[in-house]
């Protein structure tokens, strides 16, 4: 009997160790390694520690020439890109340091460092605690940001989504943009909330968007947007402002396109 208690107790604790374990935390530092040797990032359940720096600044840094700032003004490209080439999955993570897809380097370099995903890119279920900055990244294939909290500024300016994209039911307790953002497949926001201003500024839709039951705490700025394909928007609620100047809405002005669809 008292054989079976230990061994009971081994499993007990065998199982609290795991389920310990499935709660565990991850450098940041370890993704990156990871990465650059070709591993597919798979991980659920976690906090990540550390600034996790998908630019690779550092490495990439030991391998650049020094530039003056005044080599930049002549036609000089300082933009130093890297290529995310497995796959990521982050699901039910927070991410307790900044989270960096695009750093400008310019105090000291003079550079600016960006990554861009070649396969799928899965933020589901997460929270940014600190700065998220996708600004010119690229994502190739299938992208989410579903149900993830970005507590601190977060961009994705200039970002390309090339394939399935979602950001459903997310909330932005920070200002966010969407400047010049191109997104080529349908996407939605359904559900979600911004509690600062959001800018889609020069913003193309090419395969239509749902903001249904999105509400925007501020001002939206959708001035110079694009939108082809479907423009949904039952249940928005906008608190503030909404600047709409030059909106093209499948060739209609915002108004116009809202009274049409009356």
């Not at 007990?12 to 993704?31: C, H, M, P, R, W």
Request: charged share 30%; aromatic share 16%; glycine share 4%.
């Amino acid at each position: 009997k008292m054989k079976n208690k230990i061994t009971l107790l081994t499993l007990v604790f065998t199982l609290i160790s795991f389920v310990g374990y499935s709660q565990k935390t991850v450098n940041a530092e370890d993704i990156i390694r990871d990465i650059n040797n070709g591993k597919d990032i798979s991980i659920s359940n976690a906090t990540i520690e550390g600034t996790l720096d998908f630019t690779d600044m550092e490495e990439k840094l030991k391998d650049l020439p020094k530039r003056k700032k005044k080599w930049w003004n002549n036609g000089g490209d300082n933009m130093v890109k890297n290529r995310i080439e497995v796959n990521i999955s982050f699901t039910n993570c927070t991410f307790k340091d900044d989270v960096w897809a695009y750093y400008p380097d310019s105090e000291d370099s003079g550079y600016t460092f960006t990554a861009s995903f070649y396969e799928n890119a899965i933020f589901k279920d997460c929270t940014f605690e600190r700065k998220a900055m996708f600004k010119y990244s690229d994502f190739d294939k299938k992208s989410s940001f579903e149900n993830t909290e970005f507590q601190d500024d977060s961009t994705f300016k200039y970002a390309k989504f090339k394939n399935e994209i979602s950001f459903a039911n997310t909330n932005f307790e920070n200002e966010a943009t969407f400047k010049y953002a191109e997104f080529r497949t349908f996407i939605s926001f359904e559900n979600s909330i911004f509690e600062e201003s959001a800018t889609f500024k020069y913003s193309k839709f090419k395969d239509g968007v749902s903001f249904k039951k999105v509400h925007f705490k501020e001002d939206l700025n959708i001035k110079y947007t694009e939108v082809r394909g479907e423009f949904i928007i039952s249940g928005m609620k906008v608190d503030y402002d909404i600047d709409s100047k030059y909106t093209k809405i499948n060739g209609s002005g915002f108004n116009k396109y809202l009274l049409k669809n009356q």
